[in-house]
């Protein structure tokens, strides 16, 4: 499988080299991701000849992968299990992170945490927590200046 880049400016790797998150159904997941990341400033890559995933590249060359595989076991994920809690990304600044709470639910995200928004993460973080159908949980953080 070889990746095309796209070209844009190079930010400093931030340490994550890619992610790879499972999905039980790739045609209900991916919309959801799709639009959650490139409102972040993802890009979608395309891999010719791998229809059960989806690729998306952030600016540090940093990639998340969604894949629907025959191995995944069950249809929901459990965060308070074993193993990833939740993914946290970096929002631009504040009026991304509102745009995308006012437009979540529409594309698919339930938000958590809404009677503590923006502060959910104490008074010194500004985060927004949302969740996929499959149970997956999102924070999108606002860096302190």
Same mark, same amino acid.
């Given at each position: ?10 930010? *400093?790797?931030? $340490?994550?080299?890619?992610?790879? =998150?499972?999905?039980?159904? #790739?045609?209900?997941?991916?919309? /959801? !991701?799709?639009?959650? #990341?490139?409102? #972040? ?8 000849? !791998? +229809?059960? $995933?989806?690729?998306?590249?952030? $600016? ?10 025959? %191995?995944?076991?069950? %249809? ?10 939740? #993914?946290? =990304?970096?929002?631009? %600044? ?17 938000? =958590?945490?809404? +009677?503590?928004?923006?502060?959910? $993460?104490?008074? %010194?973080?500004? /985060? ?11 924070? =999108?953080?606002?860096?302190? *200046?």
């Amino acid at each position: 499988m070889s990746l095309s880049r796209p070209s844009a400016p190079r930010r *400093p790797p931030a $340490g994550l080299h890619h992610l790879e =998150l499972w999905t039980a159904d #790739l045609a209900e997941a991916a919309p /959801a !991701w799709h639009w959650l #990341l490139s409102s #972040l400033g993802w890009v979608a890559e395309r891999v010719e000849g !791998w +229809e059960a $995933g989806r690729i998306w590249r952030h $600016g540090d060359d940093a990639y998340l992968v969604l894949e629907q595989s025959p %191995d995944v076991i069950g %249809d929901h994920a459990e965060r308070r299990a074993p193993g990833m809690n939740h #993914l946290a =990304l970096i929002s631009p %600044d504040r009026a991304v992170l509102d745009e995308i709470r006012a437009n979540a639910a529409q594309h698919g995200w339930r938000e =958590l945490f809404s +009677e503590s928004y923006p502060h959910a $993460g104490g008074t %010194d973080h500004t /985060a927004w927590y949302g969740e996929t159908v499959e149970g997956i949980e999102v924070e =999108l953080v606002v860096p302190r *200046p």
